[in-house]
């Protein structure tokens, strides 16, 4: 099939489940897309969408293999089914999700100039995970996403994989071209062997253009080695990459430095962790004067200790960030300004959906700090203050006393919520919430957090406990003790269940406060 390609989206057809074939899209005789798709036979579940708006004007060829007798493209200025996005029953409501197809890992997550960037693994064609290209959303608040066309596509060196992204505030790559600062992004090139690349971007990150010079770091293990995290170390005068090295047996981080981002020379490593590293240095209790660095693994287990450009020693043994079901990837923001000084972590929401145009979600963006407790130093996280954003309606009470069969919250019934307790012990033996039919409960005699499957330690601290929890479609992001305890969790809730529950099993409890604030939706 020939098209002149003189509208802003192709359109294709797509049977989940169905037959893989490969498409090729040529034009000039190169081939400038590649991917598989399940191109439907029939009538289509869904409609997949590519942005041509670059190639305006031109010829192209698209081949299939295996070949497909009536092969449907529908040109348009419009995406197939736009008039039903975001409005689909199981599309999360505050939380960002991509418009079609599949996505995990967030990547390249960096702030310039009032706009945060968030990539991510993405396939536009299919709701399950492949073609891996990042997909790019912008947000100015945390809270409401504009998503962008695909910012980095796969080409003849693989498809692409994690990443991260800098303000390359110096020009040490000298990639700039007029006042706007390059932004640049290290990924890797998941081909026949995995090597790690950079692209970067003169126009706020509209556009994006491969370093010709790719790659920058040849593979070093024989393995999958991936997911650059990169950023600029202050001391040293130097940039720092941490990547994961995926030799066999011999899984570890590699810390690699560099004065321009594309010459990079490794300086040592760290066994034990896997995937998707993260590092950044936070102050213990606000105090600058003495601060930390946090070594952060895709699994959301981390280290504490020091980094000095070129080693990061632990000082405390490996700890769990996330204790939930559906956390994985994490990364944080670079370039936050320092009259903000917030560390922001978005990560991977691995809630499964079905029958839907699109599949997983972003978790919601948490402030990261550090604090001395007597255990030791702890990562403590909580939402972003920007969540109020959405607040809507807010049911409040003060010093309610809950006994076993109450619930002040008969009441109140919807889908989305922000939920925030302070409670006393009393004598009950266990206090918690009900969530459309999924309990989140506190066990206090044998100081557990519990939901679902998941079960994590937590003590009352001066007889009380606090709990915030963020209900969504699909999932419940639970906070407890001022976010000591991080438990997001992917929750099948029936659409036809929409209560919720304040509850004590085996005596009262005193809620010292209780508010529920109803959330509007981003979408809207």
């Given amino acids: ?18 037959r ?46 295996p070949p497909l007798e009536n092969l449907i493209i529908k040109p348009s200025d419009q995406i197939e089914g736009a008039e039903d996005l975001y409005q689909e029953k199981l599309r999360p409501q505050f939380h960002f999700s991509s418009r079609r197809g599949w996505n995990n890992d967030p990547n390249g997550m960096v702030f310039y100039d009032g706009e945060y960037h968030l990539f991510y693994q993405h396939n536009p064609y299919g709701t399950g995970w492949g073609n891996m290209h990042w997909g790019q ?33 110096a020009n040490t790559t000298g990639f700039q071209t007029g006042d706007e600062k390059p932004l640049v ?27 010709d010079g790719n790659p920058v770091v040849d593979n070093i293990t024989g393995g999958s080695d991936r997911d650059p995290r990169i950023f600029w170390h202050e001391p040293t005068g130097e940039w720092v990459m941490v990547l994961f090295l995926d030799e066999e047996n011999s899984q570890r981080f590699g810390f690699f430095t560099s004065p321009d981002l594309k010459t990079w020379a490794l300086q040592s490593e760290l066994p034990g962790f896997f995937e998707c590293p993260d590092l950044f240095e936070l102050p213990v209790d606000g105090d600058s004067a003495n601060t930390r660095w946090v070594l952060h693994g895709a699994a959301g287990e981390y280290l504490v200790g020091q980094f000095d450009g070129k080693t990061f020693t632990p000082e405390q043994e490996r700890l769990p960030l996330s204790r939930g079901n559906c956390f994985y990837a994490a990364q944080t923001f670079s370039n936050i300004p320092a009259d903000d000084g917030r560390r922001i ?30 255990e030791g130093i702890r990562v403590f996280a909580q939402p972003v203050a920007e969540i109020e954003k959405l607040h809507g309606q807010k049911h409040a009470w003060a010093d309610l ?21 302070e409670m006393s012990v009393g004598d009950a033996a266990e206090v918690g919430f009900n969530i459309r039919g999924v309990d989140v409960m506190w066990n206090v005699a044998k100081g557990e957090l519990s939901c679902l499957d998941k079960v994590a330690p937590l003590a009352a601290v001066d007889g009380v406990v606090t709990l915030r929890l963020l209900v969504d479609r699909g999932s419940i992001e639970i906070f407890a003790n001022d976010g000591l305890v991080y438990m997001p969790m992917a929750a099948a809730m029936a659409d036809d269940n929409q209560s919720l529950g304040a509850f004590t099993r085996g005596g009262a409890a005193m809620f010292k406060t209780l508010e529920v604030f109803e959330l509007q939706s981003i979408w809207t």
């Fill in 185 to 211: 992004a290290a990924f890797t090139y998941a081909g026949p062997t995995f090597t790690q690349a950079i692209a970067y971007s003169t126009d706020r990150g509209r556009t994006w253009m491969k370093f």
């Fill in 401 to 421: 006393t809950v006994s076993e069969g109450d619930n002040p919250l008969s009441d109140v019934a919807g889908d989305l919520f922000d939920i925030r307790a």
């Fill in 1 to 18: 099939m020939k098209l002149t390609l003189n509208t802003t989206y192709l359109n294709f057809p797509v049977t989940t489940g169905g």
């Fill in 20 to 65: 893989k074939r490969q498409m090729k899209m040529i034009i000039d005789g190169q081939t400038v897309r590649e991917f598989e798709i399940e191109l439907a036979e029939g009538e289509p579940g869904l409609w997949v969408f590519m942005d041509v708006t670059e190639f305006a004007g031109k010829e192209a060829t698209f081949e299939v293999d």
């Fill in 137 to 169: 959303t912008i947000s100015e608040d945390l809270v409401h996403w504009t998503e962008q066309p695909d910012a980095i596509y796969p080409d003849a060196l693989g498809t692409i994989f994690s990443g991260s992204a800098v303000v390359d505030e």
């Fill in 345 to 374: 972590q978005i990560g991977w929401g691995q809630v499964n959906v079905t029958d839907m145009p699109f599949n997983q979600m972003m978790l919601f963006a948490t402030e990261l700090t550090l604090r001395a407790t007597d």
